[in-house]
């Protein structure tokens, strides 16, 4: 389960990673809301081909309408817009990289209020991102300080999305990008056209197309690495954005290398290396729940059985009863209990 989190968060941080320097492209031909509302909508473009699969029920619906909302409103109606305004204020590559700021947002939020279990190899991975982000934000240009000051925001926004998405097993997730991306896309695109002209036509088809890949199929795979992994351990890894947004920008955009960037750039690649064997083991008790995740039967939490599905990784409703062991773990989708000092 840790190494298919880790490959999942991996991707999708390939994938996002490849989007905010093209993004950044776009943010000079239409405002920040316009972008924004493309983003998303081709989010939820990506994902119409998977959302028949498995439809939610009204009473999973219920119970994660708040987590949900708070998703789509944080996280895809006022990040975007924050990260659009943003990357017309700083360069690419240094706005690439800014983004690991997401990653300490995260893991401050994933423990001191979600209380998720972290363990010294997160905290230090997370401690080396945070002196990269330092390296790189420093600059005597006030445009780039007020650039990097939208980015931080638009990752705060991401990171308190992060921690309520993660937790949020009652939907798929292809319902929850599909709901950020229409509501969320809609609004803010109904915004941009009322307060700016509208975009050419191919700058909206690019705009559909860097969203459906970098933040479509990004977000869903984020969502399903988180649910193996836990938020802060998903975000460190998915923290490899930002270094593929630098190089994408140096190479395919021809961008200056600053020696500030090389050198932030290696430090947070550290920092990330440190989610692996960040697993801990100790006695736990599960208490019975119902939820609807992806799963197999062989990995000591899903023994029914049904004999309508293939014994293959699938997902459905289904009810866990209490049961209390000891085996090596990390917070995902059924570790998330409390912890002592001491563990």
């Keep these: 389960m840790i190494r298919r989190g880790v490959v999942r968060c991996a991707l ?40 028949n699969r498995t439809r939610p029920t009204s009473r999973a619906l219920k119970r ?116 950020k991306g229409i509501i969320a896309g809609g609004a803010n695109l109904a915004i941009g056209l009322a307060l700016s002209a509208p975009p050419t036509g191919w700058s909206v088809l690019a705009g559909l197309l860097i969203g ?39 190479t395919a955009f021809a961008e200056p290398i600053a020696g500030r960037e090389v050198v932030s750039l290696l430090i947070a690649a550290v920092g990330v290396s440190f989610v692996l064997g960040s697993s801990h083991l100790h006695k736990h008790h599960h208490h019975v729940d119902t939820h609807d995740h992806e799963h197999s039967h062989d990995d000591g939490h899903h023994g029914h059985r049904h004999p309508d599905r293939p014994d293959v990784r699938h997902h459905h409703v289904h009810e866990h009863r209490a049961v209390s062991h000891a085996h090596p773990h990390v917070p995902d989708i059924h570790h998330r209990h409390e912890h002592s000092a001491a563990q």
């Design 12 to 51: 999708a941080g390939v994938l996002f990673g490849v989007s905010a320097p093209a993004a950044s492209r776009l943010a000079g031909d239409m405002s920040a809301f316009t972008l924004a509302g493309l983003l998303y909508i081709g989010a939820s473009l990506a994902v119409l081909p998977v959302l």
């Design 64 to 179: 994660g309408a708040i987590r949900l909302g708070v998703a789509v409103v944080v996280g895809a109606a006022v990040g975007p817009v924050f990260l659009a305004a943003g990357l017309s204020h700083a360069p690419a590559a240094t706005a690439s990289l800014l983004l690991n700021l997401e990653l300490v947002f995260t893991a401050v939020l994933a423990s001191l209020v979600f209380r998720e279990h972290l363990g010294r190899r997160v905290l230090t991975g997370t401690a080396l991102v945070v002196i990269a982000g330092g390296v790189l934000g420093w600059s005597g240009s006030a445009d780039l300080r007020f650039g990097a000051l939208l980015i931080a925001a638009a990752c705060l926004c991401w990171a308190v999305d992060n921690c309520v998405t993660a937790a949020l097993d009652e939907l798929a997730p292809a319902h929850i990008t599909f709901a």
């Design 212 to 250: 459906g890949i970098g933040y479509g199929i990004s977000i869903t795979l984020w969502v399903a690495g988180a649910r193996d992994l836990g938020a802060a351990r998903a975000q460190l890894v998915f923290a490899i954005a930002p270094f593929v947004g630098a190089i994408i920008a140096w």
